[in-house]
């Protein structure tokens, strides 16, 4: 087969998943758009929760149970944790909120430390101790950096050995991994592990291109970003995809309206839009572009990624390169 041909039926087939991965159906109680979370089967809304710095900017948890709350009931299901958030603040405000809410939605936390077995599995039980669940939907390995970051946890003893075993003790329904730093080691991890979901940085900056996320195959250098490189392992494997940094950590609110940042990020195939929304009118705004959620045009997709210059896309590369969002 030649290499065009073969290139041909590769973009077909990687077409047909994209097409499929973005199929949608409305709840019909609360008009939330729905996707369907790759091979885990989970139903989950297209606008994800923040649960990170943004929640955590309310401050008061009272007023950050407000707008969780808020968002459950206009159809928001999936609520995105991670135990580096405040030091476990974030977990524990959502066990608070369990303590006195049935649990109807998809609970997302996500592991970091220093990457070793045991470190992980201490941070998996406090995890679940300040969530005061025994078992979570999804549990992703937290940032993946550079290719040292990727040998630690790929490590005899190391985190991936942990979060397989989390699983097989039923600690969590799902496994996964995030990255917002590399696209090429993301694409590295995905291709050596059968995990069920990712989420990736994906929004107009199509950030990964420059040092040191620069490289695609040996030595190849220039456009890439997780869009062109891991996106597409992840479709072949048919995993649960979601969208983080939709807003580039505010860098790209200026660019276009907060609008069309969701929506370039929703119309890509993932099921998941994860945005922080620190204000009560941020998340009010998201959901009502969720809600009403119409595709972007190819022209638009195309010419949206323009409006961000070289120098612009590389300082927020370098500054995803060593950022944890706690």
Not at 78 to 102: F, M, N, P, R, V
Not at 138 to 160: F, R, S, V, Y
Not at 263 to 284: C, I, K, N, Q, W
Not at 288 to 293: D, L, Q, T, W
Request: proline share 3%; glycine share 8%; hydrophobic share 40%.
């Amino acid at each position: 087969m030649s290499l065009s041909r073969r290139s041909f039926i590769e973009s077909a087939t990687l077409a047909a998943l994209a097409r499929q991965a973005v199929a949608q159906e409305k709840d019909p109680k609360t008009g939330m758009p729905m996707r369907t979370l790759g091979k885990t089967g989970a139903k989950v809304s297209l606008l994800g929760f923040g649960a990170g710095s943004r929640w955590l900017a309310y401050k008061d948890m009272e007023k950050g149970h407000e707008a969780l709350d808020k968002a459950l009931k206009a159809g928001v299901n999936y609520i995105d944790s991670a135990a580096q958030y405040g030091d476990g603040q974030s977990e524990q405000w959502i066990g608070q909120y369990l303590k006195t809410h049935k649990k109807d939605f998809f609970l997302v936390t996500k592991i970091g430390g220093n990457r070793t077995y045991d470190d992980t599995m201490r941070i998996i039980e406090r995890s679940l101790k300040n969530l005061g669940v025994s078992q979570v939907d999804l549990m992703h390995i937290h940032a993946l950096g550079n290719e040292d970051d990727l040998a630690k946890i790929e490590a005899p003893n190391g985190q991936m050995k942990a979060m397989l075993k989390a699983k097989e003790q039923k600690m969590t329904r799902f496994l996964g991994v995030t990255c917002h730093q590399n696209p090429q080691v993301l694409k590295t991890l995905l291709e050596h592990h059968d995990l069920d979901s990712t989420q990736m940085a994906l929004n107009i900056a199509k950030i990964g291109n420059t040092a040191p996320s620069n490289r695609v195959g040996q030595g190849m250098t220039g456009a890439s970003g997780f869009e062109a490189v891991a996106m597409p392992v992840a479709l072949k494997k048919k995993m649960g995809l979601t969208a983080m940094k939709v807003f580039g950590q505010e860098k790209l609110l200026g660019k276009t309206t907060p609008e069309m940042l969701l929506r370039y990020s929703m119309t890509l195939p993932v099921a998941v839009a994860v945005a922080g929304m620190p204000m009560l009118e941020h998340l009010d705004y998201n959901i009502r572009v969720a809600k009403s959620f119409q595709p972007l045009s190819r022209k638009e997709m195309d010419e949206l990624p323009g409006s961000v210059t070289a120098q612009m896309r590389a300082s927020i590369d370098h500054f995803f390169a060593d950022h944890i969002d706690c």
